[in-house]
């Protein structure tokens, strides 16, 4: 009795870390099919019936099913794959993007007769990721088109200085001071694009 007791608060206690960790937690057989699925997966809006008895493979995108099967062979020959990150259907039909750790689980000849997937959504991360990305090309070309507006305000700043004392000469031609008005005006509006 107290060794069945003893089995019993393990067991209890197992399957309250299963169903209280924030990834889901599936395992499958050998071949692919899901076989357990923990609470969160039911929490994350997936059903019994769309989980347990089959392949988890089909969850994944088409595109990078090969990678899930390849991974999932690596792991059925006993050797563990971490952090595989894939996009997979969610249980609303959107694909979210999931890191994935497989693990062989091993009978008592050691033969691995399971695996132990581990599922975490990173969607948000990945979208906040490619944000920053996104801001980090931003600040590069803002860094680049400040750099040109500069080197392009330098030859203005002579233009316009040079147009302005050419302007103010007594002896320049009428006409020469209508051409050298074009000038100024032209410049004055190529300065204010730039800025």
Known sequence: KTFQSQLQRERDFNQKILNTTQSMILVLDTAGLISYAN??????????????????????EPSQRKDFEAALETTANGHQVENLELRARRSDGSLGYFS?????????????????????DITDAALLQAKLAHAERM?????????????????????LGFTDLLLENPEMP???????????Q??????DIVQ
């Open 39 to 60: 609470r969160r997966c039911y929490e994350a809006g997936y059903k019994e019936e769309e989980m347990v008895g089959r392949r988890l493979v089909e969850l994944v």
């Open 100 to 120: 994935i750790s497989l693990s062989p689980m091993r009978d008592e000849q050691s033969t691995v007769n399971s695996v132990v997937v581990v599922m975490t």
């Open 139 to 159: 600040a590069t070309i803002g860094r680049l088109v400040s750099g040109v507006a500069h080197e392009v305000n330098n030859p203005l700043a002579a233009i």
């Open 174 to 184: 009428a006409s020469a001071q209508e051409d050298l008005k074009i000038i100024l």
């Open 186 to 191: 032209e410049t004055q509006r190529t300065k």
